[in-house]
């Protein structure tokens, strides 16, 4: 085997945000960038000589060239085996079904998620250790120390793999298998899912649009709900994934995904409507004329679940990240189950899962998902959905007002501030740090401040701690405002602002929730001094 060991220089930014490392693509293209990071990752695991290593991505510009040199650096690297997804394709789920399926030490995922590709767009490249999940912090950090010390990186001179073609074929001592990209994460969601029942509701009246937005999940939507679960041809729309994303935004909310929202809205709207993000791990639920907020989404597949047959025998727990609404605690506490509350990012997760001490788990970024992965699950989010609409036979708003008359209802609306200077959001952060002190018992009208704090976690299975996880302030009345910035972004800050409020009086049940948090809002920005110091009239996205 020929491997060449190639003289390098640190990069000084190569640290891991909220879900891997996010960069312009431009950044992946100047010379050795990429390389230094996978090198420094191999340089920070152990044992995984001889083993097995999956590898793949959504799909976007860069994708096909990252993963040529990450199998070359594979081999140089001594790994035994690795399987990719056939031309290069693999959703973030389904990578992570394949991890724990073959028993391999871990994945690499390139992915920028619902950023934007193309040439201009992002690239990114995330790490998932072998109970297939993100890896948690220590292991982030480890590589990032050694990328900023990293002097050389190991690689095979070999002409390219065709990855388009199915089967085994060498790199030295190294197996590449290509592998399909669905059938395993298929077959598991088979083994969730009560696909008869799905089948029949597909098959009769009731009629859902599908968006996969030119993303990753085009190939799965197909396979399962077109050729496995009937529904008609052209229920999944934009279902090929594009190295650009068809120009768009594969972020599925009420904004980007307006192509899908339109029809929901519309006259002659179909029965469910649904959408994917650029890796496949997000979700977005819509009903005729009807929005499901994802914190909702959460409590209803909670309150609902052994209606599945997959969850049949009830859950352990639930978990949510602190900005998502505390619907799901209202159904956890019914359930007597405990309800964790985690910092943002679904690497928070997997202890509590792996530890049998949470079954679902969700995020109020359009993220949902449950112990049988350990990364967020866009598709198995609307198949559980599906499963239970097949069941209740009610449309997706009798079942969402039903909730709510039952638990109460978590108004909730999250404003993104996106393109802010980051020396302006670093400001707008330290003068809510100086305010913490002094706010609680503050009042603001009728409200009445409880707490306020930047969140710290400390991990029930392992105990390791995480600051400055987002300043809270909590009222006494059970609503909140949290402020935070993303660890997702490329360019300059984003602020994002969480907004809560619980009413448990169902004739208050049907209003905007714009209207219902009026008070809250102008509360953060009389606190946040939001206009003023991001220079900003409004958020650039509110969902
Ligand atoms: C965002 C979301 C977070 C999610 C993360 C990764 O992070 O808020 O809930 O886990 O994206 O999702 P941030 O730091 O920008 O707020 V994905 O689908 O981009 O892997
Ligand atoms: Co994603």
């Known amino acids: 085997m020929n491997i060449e060991t190639v003289t390098t220089q640190p990069f000084s930014d190569q640290k891991p945000g909220t879900s891997g490392l996010r960069k312009l693509v431009t950044a992946f293209e100047q010379p050795h960038y990429l390389e230094n990071f996978i090198q420094s990752t191999f340089d920070s695991l152990e044992n995984y000589q001889g083993q097995t290593l999956v590898l793949g991505g959504d799909g976007r510009y860069y994708n096909r060239q990252a993963i040529q040199t990450i199998l070359k650096m ?20 389904a990578t992570s079904c394949v991890i724990r399926q073959s028993g391999a030490f871990g994945g690499i995922i390139l992915s920028a998620s ?93 009629r859902m649009c599908m968006d996969s937005m030119h993303a990753v999940t085009g190939p799965y939507a197909h396979a399962i709900f077109e050729q496995r679960l009937g529904a008609p041809a052209g229920t999944v729309q934009n279902g090929i994934p594009l190295e650009d994303f068809g120009g768009g935004h594969p972020d599925p909310n009420l904004v980007y995904a307006h192509d899908l929202v339109e029809v929901l809205f519309g006259e002659n709207a179909p029965d469910f409507g649904a959408a994917s993000d650029g890796d496949g791990d997000r979700n977005m639920i819509l009903g005729r004329k009807f929005f499901v907020t994802p914190s909702d989404s959460l409590a209803v597949l909670a309150a609902n679940a052994t209606l599945v047959p997959g969850y049949r025998e009830g859950l352990a727990g639930i978990a949510r990240s602190m900005p998502t609404s505390q619907a799901a605690d209202r159904v956890a506490a019914k359930l007597g189950i405990p309800c964790y509350e985690t910092p ?70 999250r404003y993104d501030y996106e393109g802010v200077e980051s020396d302006r959001a670093n400001t707008l952060v330290a003068n809510l740090h100086a305010q913490l002190p002094t706010l609680k018992g503050k009042k603001f009208g ?23 996880q987002g ?21 300059g800050a ?31 920005e009389e606190v946040a001094q939001i206009r003023t110091l991001t220079g900003m009239e409004k958020p650039t996205v509110i969902t």
């Open 74 to 93: 594979a081999a140089a690297n001594g790994v035994g085996r690795v399987k990719v997804g056939q031309g290069g394709i693999l959703s973030t789920p």
């Open 114 to 206: 619902h950023n934007p590709g193309g040439p201009d767009g992002d690239f990114g490249v995330k790490y998932n250790i072998s109970n297939g999940g993100p890896a948690p912090e220590k292991v982030t950090e480890a590589i990032f120390a050694r990328s900023k010390v990293i002097d050389h990186y190991k690689i095979v001179m070999a002409p390219d793999i065709d990855l388009d073609t199915l089967g085994e074929s060498q790199i030295g001592e190294m197996v590449v298998e290509v592998i399909n990209s669905v059938a395993d994460y298929a077959k598991l969601m088979e083994s969730l899912f009560d696909f008869d029942r799905i089948h029949q509701l597909l098959t009769g009246s009731f």
């Open 344 to 413: 943002t990012g679904w690497k928070f997760f997997g202890n509590l899962l792996d530890a049998n001490q949470a079954t679902i788990c969700g995020e109020e970024s359009f993220g949902t998902s449950s112990n049988h992965i350990r990364e967020k699950d866009g598709l198995w989010a609307v198949l559980f959905w599906l499963n239970i609409l097949a069941v209740k036979q009610q449309s997706v708003e009798e079942l969402m007002q039903d909730h709510w008359k039952t638990y109460g209802r978590n108004y909730y609306s």
């Open 446 to 468: 009728d409200r009445k401040v409880e707490f306020s704090d930047d969140f710290s976690y400390t991990d029930p299975i392992d105990g390791s701690i995480s600051q400055n």
């Open 471 to 491: 300043v809270r302030i909590g009222f006494t009345d059970g609503s909140r405002i949290v402020f935070r910035l993303s660890g997702t972004g490329t360019q």
């Open 494 to 524: 984003t602020l994002r602002v969480y907004l809560e409020q619980y009413e448990a009086d169902p004739t208050k049940h049907h209003l905007d929730p714009q209207e219902a948090l009026a008070d809250l809002i102008a509360i953060a």
